[in-house]
């Protein structure tokens, strides 16, 4: 089976971004590693620069906080593999097996896009309105790269940007439960009053991404109306 790159972006998340690294770096499925520090304030930049003695991945420093979008673009950007699955950074119990979930639908061509939703949030895995926009994903790198552009600019909504892509272009998308995985809530990591306005701003953009490709709005209804007739 072909392996994969995974590129894990990382915002001030010193806890847990060293054992992400780590997890990846023992995966048979992955092959290749490249974590983009996407401008961090705290301890990050040195926690992973002191993991590059031990370990061989690739790492790119981010001068300036740009957004997800524009790490997720720079990773790709970066990637040597055609597969690429994306992995955040603030993950906790991640395992060999929901890497192999991830990629294998992809490298078997089941799937052109698979998102891995951890089983461990605060909404059922099966009722969850908000699995789409997990972080958790596997492409191939030739689909995403005509969206790099954009994504560079998209920040938080670069979810619904690739998803509203994907849809448009009627690719098969596959969602898979990643057990014991623990995705940690807003909530979890700051202050009530921070989560509540950093849900809002990620909201704003969000549904500034989905304004701005109304074009891909319109084709992923058209898709989707297909499929249902």
Known sequence: MKKATAIIC????????MDVILYASISTIIDEIIVVNDGSTDETKGIIDELRKEIDFKAIHLKKNKGKGNAMAIGVENASNE???F?????SNIQEEHFIQLVTPVATQVADM??????????????????SFTGQR??????ILPLIDKMKTSR?????LINLFYQSQGKVVKYVML???IHPTKYGKTSPLQATKEFIFEGHEIAMTAIKNYDLLLKSLKEITKKHI
């Open 10 to 17: 990382a915002y001030n998340e010193e806890e847990t971004v």
């Open 83 to 85: 597969i690429i699955v």
């Open 87 to 91: 992995i955040d950074a603030d993950l």
């Open 114 to 131: 698979v998102l891995g939703q951890p089983s461990e949030t605060l909404i059922d895995y099966g009722i969850n309105p908000f699995k």
């Open 138 to 143: 596997a492409v191939l790198k030739t689909d």
């Open 156 to 160: 938080f909504g670069v979810e619904t």
């Open 179 to 181: 057990k014991d995985l």
